[in-house]
């Protein structure tokens, strides 16, 4: 096998353990945040909680499907029917959490499998991209609007994604460190 069918094999292997990984890691993080929910008072049950049961308009969406419903209506040219708001929440909540796993398994995969700093790097990044993007979509305040214990509490919920994506990453590659 030459090097670049090498190279493109480790990429592929990569990215599609990262998407499993992602998703291990997204439903980790949603354990947190829901634990949390109903450490506050939340009555809904797992289910419906983690897939939007309550998400009947646009008004009622998270910041993904708020996103997502700003995609739709640049594709369709028009605003989407509030049927769509529960589907585009989780559609858009699970893929971005896919999603980072894609991109940290496809560098992770050709860097050193004994990189703790990358392996510690997944989390914070994705929560500082969060208030990058969000922001300029108009979907977040900036991050200096937000108060110490709300941006802790977030960072420490994707904390919890990049240890649990990077840990299942390393099961998944048998990655040894």
Request: aromatic content about 10%.
């Amino acid at each position: 096998m030459s090097p670049l069918c090498r190279a493109a094999r480790s990429l592929a292997l990569g990215a599609a353990a990262g998407i499993a990984a992602g998703a291990v890691g997204t439903a980790a993080m949603d354990m947190l945040l829901y634990q949390r929910y109903r450490r506050d008072g939340g009555e809904d049950s797992l289910w419906r909680w983690e897939f939007a049961g309550g998400v009947t308009t646009w008004d009622a969406a998270s910041a993904p499907g708020q996103l997502g419903q700003k995609v739709e209506r640049f594709v369709l040219h028009r605003q989407p029917a509030d049927r769509w708001a529960r589907t585009t929440t989780n559609v858009v909540h699970w893929a971005t959490g896919i999603g980072w796993g894609m991109q940290y398994g496809a560098v992770a995969i050709r860097l050193s499998r004994r990189s703790l700093l990358g392996r510690l790097a997944l989390g914070p990044v994705a929560w500082l991209a969060s208030y990058v993007i969000l922001p300029l979509a108009g979907v977040y305040e900036p991050i200096w609007k937000y108060d110490a214990k709300t941006l802790a509490k977030d960072l420490s919920a994707h904390l919890v994604y990049g240890a649990v994506t990077a840990a299942a990453f390393a099961a998944l590659t048998k990655e040894n460190s």
